[in-house]
């Protein structure tokens, strides 16, 4: 193994470990928040440690004409997905949450051939 290698692996097995526990974490956060909640904690942590990433790395702002489809996107990519997902998860157990997250981008695939051809 090369010197590159090795870290290399170890950033996928511990981003896998990562993804693999957010639907039995979302599971065991429902019995405490709400899935609205939930999400909002979630997007929360996610938003400060980009905040800080960005301002370590002197990441320029958007242009403002930019905003309002970056506020659309994030609203519909981000809070929508992690609210439907929540509440998903109170009738659907982790692992079926999975395997159907896991099976969007096959669906994506289908039905763009359907509708686009």
């Known amino acids: 193994m090369s010197k590159q290698t090795i870290p290399l692996t170890l950033s996928y097995c511990i981003m896998i470990g990562l993804w693999a526990s957010a639907f039995p974490g979302i599971r065991a956060g429902l019995a405490h928040y709400t ?10 942590i996610g938003s400060l440690a980009l905040l800080l990433i960005a301002l370590i790395t002197r990441i320029p702002l958007p242009e403002m004409k930019d905003i ?17 997902l ?32």
Do not use: W
């Open 35 to 44: 899935p609205e909640h939930l999400a909002l904690l979630r997007l929360l």
């Open 68 to 84: 309002p489809m970056i506020l659309l996107l994030g609203c519909l990519g981000f809070s929508a997905y992690h609210t439907l």
């Open 86 to 117: 929540n509440v998903g998860e109170q009738t659907v157990n982790a692992g079926i949450a999975s395997l159907l997250v896991a099976t969007t981008p096959l669906f994506s695939a289908a039905l763009s051939g359907l509708f686009f051809r």
